[in-house]
Every structure is written in C-alpha cells, then in structure tokens.
C-alpha cells in the first residue's frame, strides 16, 4: 500500500513531459559505483494489516493497573478537548510559520503559549520550545555561559539524572566543565542540595548553578536562598520546575530564578514511552538576544490589524548559522499547543485543584503505608506531590509487584547507589484511594510472603 | 468589565468577519481574540475530585506545603467554558494553511500527505499510555518497536546501527558531531582536528551545529554544475578537518554525482563524512549512504517517513553510523537479549511475536565510549511508531516507488516550469528543483517574495524563498510524491499566470496577497519592539474581569 495518486498512465504523460522512457533514466546521475546494492524491507501492508501489527506490539505493553511511577513523566488527566485541539489537520499538517499570512492560526496559539509560561513563571520571555526539560536546561546552561562569559556549569545531585547526562553530553561539545553539587542523601538527610557544597563550589569562575524544584526526590529546595548564595557569586540561578506545581509554588521569577526550564509533558501530552515531550524555557527580556529557540512576535498587517510572526530571528541558524545561539530548528510545536489548550482548558482554579489533589494524595499515601507499617519517608525536607520512602527489600518487592501489574514508582538505587530500600513514589490527580490501598495491601502481602 | 462586540470590523480587502478589542486604550482589530482576551472570572472547563474524606484525614496527618514556599499570587491563566475554548482553537485552525488543506511544495521540507492510519496508532492506550521508565517486562512492546524501526532505518539508509534518541533534524545532526568529536579524541586527535567544512549550499543548521560541538566552520564552494567543486574540497581538507557534512541531493535538488570521489578525499584525510539526510525522499532503494561510504547521517522522520509536523514539531532526527562510529552512538539502546535476531525479525514481518524473545535498553554505563544521553527516555516514541507504520505500510517495493514518483514529480515540474522562470542549473533533479525569479526582479522589480505571495492567494503554500543562499531570488520547489497530476497541473498554471501578472501588473503582485486571513505583516516593527507575550493590563489583576463576549460569525 502506497499513498500515491499516480495510475501508471499518468506516469507514463509525465515521463513523456519530461522526455524521458523511464523513470530509471531520472537516477542516471547517481554513478553505478554508489548505488544500491540491496534493499531488504518486508512487503507492504494494506491498513488492516498495519493495524493488526500496531495491535500487536501495543499488546505486548502492559500498562499497569496501578502506577505510582512518575520521576520526570506523568500520569496526569488530559482533558478530551486538549487531543481534539491538537488533532484538528489545520496545526497537525502546518509547517513551521514561516509564512505568516496562511499561518496565523500557529503563530497565534505559538504567542498565547509564550504568555503562559511567562505568566505562570513570572518570566519576561518564553521560547516556542525545546526538544524536552532536558534538553531545554541543557541550552539553558549554555546560555548562561555566553551571558556571563563563564565556561562551568554547576548541577545539583538532586536534579533528575537523565536531565545531568543530557546536560553534560550538550557541554561536553563546546569543553564547558559541569560540575556536581552533592545532595544531603544521608541517613538523617534532608534530601536536599547542599547549601555548603553550593557555597564551596559555586564561585566566580561558574555561570548559572542548576536546581530542581521539587528535586528528583520531590523535596522542595529553599530556592530563595540558593539564588542568593548563586547570584552572590556573580553566577546565574536556572531552575528545572514542574509546570503543574507553579499553581501552588511560588513562581520561579519571584524568588531569582534568571532562567527558568521545565519538562511540559505533564501539560496534556500523553506518556508515550517517553516523548514527543515539550521543553519550556523562560528568561529576563533582557538576555533575549541569548535565548535558543523559535519567538513569535505581534505586529500588525498591512491593513493595521493585529497578526503575529515569527521575529528575533537573527538568533537563529538560518540567519546566523554558525553565530546562532543554538542549532535548534524543528522543535515540538504541536506539544505546546496541547499545553496551551491544557492551561486553558484547566485555567487557573483547574491546575491548582491538580496541584493541591496530587499534594493531597501523596500525604494520604504516606499516611497509608506509615500506619500499615510499610515505608516512612526517606527525607526530612517537606515535599511536594512525589516521595522517596524507605520500604526494607524494596527493590526486591518493587520487582514482585509487577506481576500483579502494580508499578510502585521507582527504585532510587539505581541511579543513587546510597539509596538502597528506597523507592520514589508518584501522586497525581488520578491517584485514587482505591490504589493506594492496593499499594499498601500489595506490599503487606509480599512482606507476609518475603 | 471589557467587552468584544461581536460586529465584524470594517475590511477593506474583503476577507471577512473580525473582531474588535479594546486593547491599552486603543480598540484593535483581530481576526481571533487571545485566550486572555476570552478569558471570564469565574469560567471554567475541567474540574476535578476532591480529595474524600478519608484522604483528607490521612493527608492531615502530614506535614503541609510550608507557607513560605507557597506561591504569592495566583497565575492569571485564562477561565473559560468547554466550548469558549474549542471555538478558539477551531478559529485558529481555520487560519492555517495545511497539508491536509491544500498543496505544499515547500522546498526542503517534504510536506507528503500524513496517513491517518498513523495517528490512529499513535492513540492505541498500549502505546501513548506506556512509561519511559516501566519497568522492561511492561514495555516490551515499545522496545520491540524501536528495535524494529531501528533495524528498518539501518537497512534504508545501509548503516551498520541506528540511535532514534535525536528529537529532531538538528538534533541529529548535534549526535552525528559529538559522535565525530569523541571518534577523533579515541585516535588522539581530538585537539587537531577542529574544522568541519559545509557547503555553501547547506541548511543553516549544519555550521550551527558545528559551533555547538566546538568546532570552526569552513565554506567549501560549489561548482558550476552545482556540485562541489573538488579541487576547492581537496584544498580544504587537511590534518584539522573533523568532517565534512553534506546534504545529498544537495539542497540545490542535484544529486552529488562526484560523490565516490569526495568521499575517498574525504577518507584520506582521515575525516568523517556526515550525511544531511533532509532529502532522503529523492534516494530510497536508489542510494544507500551508509554502503557508499558515508560514516553517519541523520533521517527527518518528519519528512522522509510522514510523520506530520505540527506547526514546527514535534520531529524526530534518528542517526544511522558505519561500524566505526556504531560505539560512539548515544546511550541507551534498544537491545535484544534474549532470542535470534534474524526470527525475531521474519516473524515480525509476519505479523508475529517471537516467543522468548526478550528486550532490554542498555544498562547505565554499559557501553563507555557512548557520547552519553542527548534526550530524556527513548527520544520521540509518538514520531517513531508513525514511521513505523509508514514504512511497513509502503513496504519495500512502496519506498521505491515513493522515491521514483517524488522525483518524476519534480522533474515534471521542472520541464513545465522552465520558460516562466529561470533554472539555474538545468540539469535532471532529483526531490526537488530551484527556479529563480532573477529575471522577475530584473525586468519588473517583482521578487521572489511577492511571487511568494502572489501564489497564497491562490490557496497554494509557497516554495521555500531565498534559499539555497547560492541561488539569487530562490523558488525552491517540491512537490512530492503525494500530489495527483492535475494539482501539479493547476500549480504550473498559477506560476506562469503570475508570470505573466509579474509583465503585466507588477503593482498587482507587490501588494499580495489579498484573501488570505491577513495582509503582510510588519516585521520590522515586530523585531524593533518585541512584543512576545501578552501584557495583562492593571485592572487584570487576580481577581479582575477579564471578560469578553462570545461573539457569533
């Protein structure tokens, strides 16, 4: 099955059009020496066909019946009419805006998604978008080396490890040193950056301290004051937040974040095994010239009437090419449009009943599994809506439960070789009370059977 | 209280309804308010659960979200009903030119038709439901897939193993760098060799990309025939070049017919060659780059492979590298740990799953000299089981013919069009063609760009303008394999009618276009005060009534 119009007489005019016998006579320019030797695919498929082996490899996913896993990717409610909106042909099938007169329509939902995530950052300027959270605070921390003319980056251990290995494979390409922060993941620890570490190691020559908020365990950091241990030091403060949690948390612009990036999946996009995701940057108008990224401006039209375009685009690779701030061209449009919808669709009492029934969740799941005796928290720093517990034997039980289709978060040794029997539990506004029972009642079980 | 009438704006040029919005003291004249604009205290859409009362016992007795960190003022996010919202966004929509609305030769960027089938599949709950982070017994769906793909895209593009991990176009190539750099530090001549040479026909992403990864950029020139001048390359290569990136068929359309040749300079040198495999549409079945001798190139899985574009995204930028790139790739990969690759892959183009076969991604560290992670998770899931479908649909013999009726498409037009416009290099094209509007400019002083214009208002998106750089007042057409005879047909007619119009009317064309949604924009002012967000007005605090009118049209 192919989608081409062409009968083989239609083909047969245009190759006399052309003045050619054969279409073989169009690839005479590639030289015998280079040209295909083989080409080994299956045979087509008609539809019912494709379909049955979608169905195939999606049956051999199983989805859990109860999942506490979170850890950068969330379960979260993706409202019907977000996938209607990001469905319609007329933003699935449209190119990049580049000409702005049939493309108002991107432009546009491009321009309200900027206000957003400027709006609920307390930000001056939001890029169209990035690649993911990771990749976004990786070009974060490239930005702040040009602002500050400083060539090391600092990253606390409580940032998701995926986002530090993306961000030091970015670094790695123009020799910017990265380096580590260390948590306070001690026994009585607070689960927390460690404020002598950033006093210690953040200095003159670093350019932006990196922190999560909430961090990897889904501690809280005291922001406030690591912007000022950061910006004391002449360095600028970047933070990786979760969207959802700004209904709640004080917005990263109110407490000195300079650049502000965040993973965008829990904004509508489905978890799809890990993407497509939607990077979110945001900075201060006045490093504008430094952002990566695609800007959509207003303007008016030659008849005065609002539009929009794409501008600032000396930034860019196809002006600048290698002057440009960053490589970046295709980047995840239609993704922040599903989060435009989202916040829209939420608006502002929607995402804070979110946030706060997540916050909510994640107490009661505690509680639950503190009065059955299962777990207690790993940490003494207050969290957000995701919890690093101690549970004995809990990589072994982790791997128990999956049989019974239960996924209980994630198991921390593995990247934290000091977090053994920890696991790093996930809250959302679709944890329900019937799955934290069946959590607790789950694990009891394989305590009895252990 | 603020409030939009729903009266139709006075419009000179005919192009329908609009509204009028007090907006700063001044009333503007919009075609679709903002979200903010839309916006009524106290509206809403979704609402959720509250937590029960037993959860509100148990989460009492918890320590709270302390007061400090908590956010001083509520987000002034927009408040509307189920239906404002979809009316907007269908308002927007209509707006847009888009594949499924209407042709797109847009030069560059392969805009085929996206077959639904797809986006079905994307929607399966097994799929778009499953966590990155599952553990591998629940996800070996999603493994196999990518292992599939993987396997698929080696054998297209003759490469030894395949990353699916870059996002896109771009971000492939950033892989295909790092990749490079970390081959060269493993001989010891990281530090010697610095130099990556572009053509002057290249996207700007690659020189871009090169300064990303560290690296200076050298232009090497074309040649007459719009190849690249060998002797210009044999003169730039040397002890510091890292590599040299190539887009083949260049984005002139022409296919490098020197290529044997270059690649052996390029060799000899000790550099890599990198493949820009943006117009890989024009050569599948035909040429391998992988078999010919190109150690690394990237797939736009957005253009080659059908997955639609979104507005600019999400893509996905897949690298296939030779053997001695393939221990650089980023980790991890997709692996098959357990069973036989060659059944795992007859029974999975059969519709079967292999008993015993298991899949596992690449434990942490398990493979030192991988350039490390360029994403989170597996990269772009959604975008690769789209091309999966795609390719399994088309099959072989489908990709052959993609490619074989892609360029005859364009050849097509390339006969058609040649007395309307000047073709700078007239020779056999392969995806694509360049056409300039020189003589335009010259005779009329019409350009490129009001051609580009002109043509809007005949409901057909434009071809790419002013690039290649190389080429002055660039048309750069492709057409693709998608579109019928008669659409090619009807846009060969509207070219030469503005052709015509360009001897005729100039004025006419310099004032395009005329029905689309809007006239053209001012940029200039956009770029000299920037207005990239919304700005809520005092009154807009948290509390205040952002109202407006549902209008009716």
């Known amino acids: ?450 | 209280m603020t409030t939009l009438t729903d009266r139709p704006a006075p419009d000179a040029s005919g192009r329908g309804a609009a509204f009028q919005s007090p907006r700063g003291g001044e009333t503007d004249t919009v075609l679709e308010p903002t979200l903010f604009e839309r916006s009524h205290s106290g509206r809403r859409a979704v609402r959720f659960p509250p937590l029960s009362p037993a959860a509100e016992a148990a989460a009492a007795t918890q320590p709270p979200i302390p007061a400090a960190a908590r956010r001083s003022a509520p987000p002034r996010l927009p408040e509307m009903s189920e239906l404002d919202l979809v009316r907007h966004f269908n308002r927007l929509a209509r707006l847009n030119h888009a594949i499924d609305i209407g042709f797109y030769p847009l030069g560059s960027c392969t805009m085929k038709y996206n077959p639904k089938v797809n986006e079905w599949a994307a929607r399966l709950p097994g799929l778009a439901g499953s966590h990155p982070l599952d553990p591998g017994a629940m996800s070996q769906g999603s493994l196999e897939l990518q292992w599939l793909l993987s396997a698929l895209l080696a054998e297209i593009g003759g490469f030894a193993a395949v990353s699916l991990q870059p996002a896109a176009g771009a971000h492939g190539e950033l892989t295909g760098m790092l990749m490079t750099r970390a081959y060269h530090r493993s001989r010891g001549e990281g530090e010697q060799r610095r130099v990556v040479l572009v053509p002057d026909s290249a996207h700007g992403t690659n020189p871009a990309t090169a300064s990303m990864v560290g690296f200076a950029t050298r232009t090497v020139l074309s040649n007459a025939r719009g190849g690249i001048d060998l002797d210009a390359l044999r003169e730039a290569l040397g002890p510091d070049t890292a590599a040299l990136m190539i887009t083949n068929p260049s984005t002139l359309g022409i296919f490098e017919d020197q290529i044997d040749e270059v690649l052996e300079a390029v060799h000899a040198a000790g550099a890599i060659a990198y493949m820009d495999g943006a117009n890989l549409n024009a050569i599948m079945g035909r040429f391998r780059a992988g078999e010919a001798g190109f150690d690394v190139m990237h797939f736009n899985l957005h253009k080659t492979f059908s997955t639609p574009h979104g507005g600019g995204g999400p893509g996905a930028g897949p690298v296939g590298v030779s053997e001695r790139l393939a221990p650089f790739l980023p980790a991890p990969l997709p692996r098959l740990v357990a069973g036989d690759p060659a059944t795992v892959l007859a029974n999975a183009w059969s519709g079967r799953s292999t008993p015993g076969a298991r899949f596992a991604l690449e434990e942490p560290g398990s493979r030192p000299s991988a350039i490390g992670q360029v994403r989170t998770f597996g990269g772009n899931f959604g975008m690769h089981l789209r091309a999966y479908a795609y390719i399994r649909a088309n099959g072989g013999a489908g990709l052959r013919e993609v490619t074989d009726d892609a360029v005859l498409a364009a050849n097509y037009l390339r006969v058609r069009l040649q007395d309307a416009y000047e073709l700078p290099f007239d020779r056999v094209c392969k995806h694509e063609v360049v056409f300039s509007a020189r003589r335009q400019k010259r005779d009329y002083g019409v350009s490129a760009l009001d051609v580009a214009k002109a043509i809007l208002d005949e409901g057909i998106h434009p071809p790419t303008i002013y690039f290649p750089l190389i080429v002055e007042e660039a048309l750069m057409i492709e057409p693709t394999e998608t579109e019928s005879r008669e659409t090619l047909d009807h846009f060969v007619d509207v070219m030469e009618a503005i052709a015509a119009r360009a001897q005729e009317d100039p004025q006419a064309l310099r004032q395009a276009p005329r029905t689309t949604p809007v006239g053209r924009l001012d940029e200039a002012t956009a770029a000299r005060q920037p207005d990239l967000a919304w700005a809520f007005s005092s009154a807009d605090g948290p509390d205040a009534d952002r109202t407006t009118g549902e209008a009716s049209r």
Do not use: W
């Open chain 1, 1 to 450: 099955m192919t989608y081409s119009p062409h009968t083989d007489a239609d083909r047969a005019a245009m190759l006399a059009v052309i003045g050619v016998d054969s279409v073989d006579d169009l690839f005479a320019d590639i030289p015998p020496s280079v040209r295909a030797s083989r080409f080994d695919l299956p045979p087509p498929l008609t539809e019912q066909e494709v379909r049955a082996e979608m169905m195939r490899l999606a049956g051999r996913n199983r989805i859990p019946e109860v999942s506490f896993l979170g850890a950068g990717a969330y379960r979260r409610l993706i409202p019907a009419v977000v996938d209607e909106v990001v469905a319609r042909a007329e933003f699935a099938t449209a190119y990049t805006p580049y000409q702005p007169e049939v493309s108002q329509g991107t432009l546009q939902s491009i321009y309200e998604f900027q206000s957003l995530i400027c709006e609920l950052t307390a930000m001056e300027v939001a890029s169209a978008s990035h690649y993911d959270g990771a990749t976004a605070t990786a070009e974060g921390a490239l930005m702040a080396c040009r602002l500050t003319g400083r060539d090391r980056v600092a990253v606390s251990r409580a940032v998701h490890p995926q986002v530090r290995r993306v961000l030091a494979t970015y670094c790695s390409g123009p020799g910017i040193q990265v380096v580590e922060v260390d948590a306070d993941l001690g026994e009585d620890g607070t689960g927390l950056t460690d404020a002598d570490a950033v006093s210690r190691l953040v200095d003159d020559s670093v350019a932006c301290l990196i922190v999560q908020q909430p961090n990897m365990f889904g501690n809280l950091e005291p922001v406030a004051d690591l912007a000022d241990a950061t910006h004391a030091a002449g360095a600028l403060f970047v933070t990786l937040v979760d969207p959802v949690s700004l209904a709640v948390l004080e917005a990263p612009g109110r407490y000195g974040s300079d650049i502000v990036t965040a993973e965008g999946q829990p904004l509508g996009i489905p978890l799809a095994f890990g993407g497509p995701y939607l990077g979110i940057m945001a900075a201060r108008m006045d490093a504008v010239r430094q952002l990566p990224g695609r800007l959509v401006g207003a303007t008016r039209d030659s008849a005065g009437r609002r539009g929009y375009v794409l501008t600032l685009q000396a930034r860019e690779q196809h002006i600048r090419r290698e002057k440009a701030a960053s490589n970046i061209c295709t980047n995840q449009a239609l993704c922040a449009l599903a989060a435009t919808a989202y916040l829209a669709a939420l608006g502002p009492e929607g995402l804070r009943e979110a946030a706060e029934r997540s916050v909510g969740q994640a107490r009661h799941l505690v509680a639950a599994l503190g009065r059955a005796g299962m777990a207690t928290p790993r940490f003494s720093a207050p969290y957000f809506s995701e919890v690093a517990v101690r549970v004995p034997d809990g990589a072994r039980r982790h791997a128990a439960l999956v049989q019974e289709g239960i996924v209980a978060g994630l198991v921390l040794e593995t990247e934290y070789p000091e977090l053994a029997d920890t696991l790093l539990l996930s809250a959302t506004e679709l944890t329900t009370d019937v799955e934290i029972e069946r959590l607790v009642h789950a694990l009891a079980g394989e305590a009895s059977a252990g």
